[in-house]
């Protein structure tokens, strides 16, 4: 086991990048060795989650999950990933508690001007391959929203278009101008 005091550099492996405290104050991601730094929410961001929070809630779905921000998942043993926005059920999360490394069936991102199409489609990809049922990329700048239910099913949605969770959250639905109300 390596301790924190051991790593004095950038990390090299998945091993290192798990006890390793950046001294930027920044979060990161691990990518296969590639480090990818994260700047967390912005405040519109946040905005989103809780409008997306408060009908999670609101659907009874409290009971059954949670919603969590910015949570790190292992999407293999390369991969560590922290989607801004992941569902979890009970089960899912009682196995954490157990050491387990559990895949959301639900995914959010909200995407910003710093984010590049390319690493977008990779996580798309990434996602779905580890077992993410739903994928919701929320563009705040344009007012859409990218439904995937696959990498080759996807569903824009625009004005009063409907956002669905299926067949993850049957009732988890919301249209577009909702989000950015």
């Given at each position: 086991?390596?301790?924190?005091?051991?790593?004095?550099?950038?990390?090299?492996?998945?091993?290192?990048?798990?006890?390793?405290?950046?001294?930027?104050?920044?979060?990161?991601?691990?990518?296969?060795?590639?480090?990818?730094?994260?700047?967390?929410?912005?405040?519109?961001?946040?905005?989103?989650?809780?409008?997306?929070?408060?009908?999670?809630?609101?659907?009874?779905?409290?009971?059954?999950?949670?919603?969590?921000?910015?949570?790190?998942?292992?999407?293999?043993?390369?991969?560590?990933?922290?989607?801004?926005?992941?569902?979890?059920?009970?089960?899912?999360?009682?196995?954490?508690?157990?050491?387990?490394?559990?895949?959301?069936?639900?995914?959010?991102?909200?995407?910003?001007?710093?984010?590049?199409?390319?690493?977008?489609?990779?996580?798309?990809?990434?996602?779905?391959?580890?077992g993410?049922?739903?994928?919701?990329?929320?563009?705040?700048?344009?007012?859409l929203?990218?439904?995937?239910?696959?990498?080759?099913?996807?569903?824009?949605?625009?004005?009063?278009?409907?956002?669905?969770?299926?067949?993850?959250?049957?009732?988890f639905?919301?249209?577009?101008?909702?989000?950015?109300?």
């Amino acid at each position: 086991m390596i301790t924190k005091q051991e790593i004095s550099t950038l990390p090299k492996t998945l091993e290192e990048f798990m006890v390793w405290e950046p001294e930027d104050g920044f979060k990161y991601e691990w990518n296969d060795g590639e480090l990818i730094k994260f700047t967390g929410m912005n405040k519109n961001q946040l905005y989103i989650y809780a409008i997306l929070s408060n009908l999670f809630f609101k659907k009874g779905y409290g009971e059954i999950g949670t919603l969590v921000a910015e949570q790190d998942v292992m999407l293999s043993g390369i991969q560590m990933r922290r989607p801004d926005i992941s569902y979890f059920s009970r089960e899912q999360i009682n196995n954490t508690k157990l050491g387990i490394d559990e895949i959301p069936e639900f995914v959010i991102e909200v995407i910003s001007g710093s984010d590049n199409s390319y690493k977008i489609e990779d996580k798309i990809a990434e996602y779905f391959k580890a077992g993410v049922k739903v994928i919701w990329n929320v563009y705040p700048e344009h007012k859409l929203v990218y439904v995937y239910t696959s990498r080759k099913d996807v569903k824009i949605c625009t004005d009063s278009d409907i956002c669905s969770a299926k067949p993850v959250l049957p009732e988890f639905e919301i249209n577009v101008d909702a989000i950015f109300a």
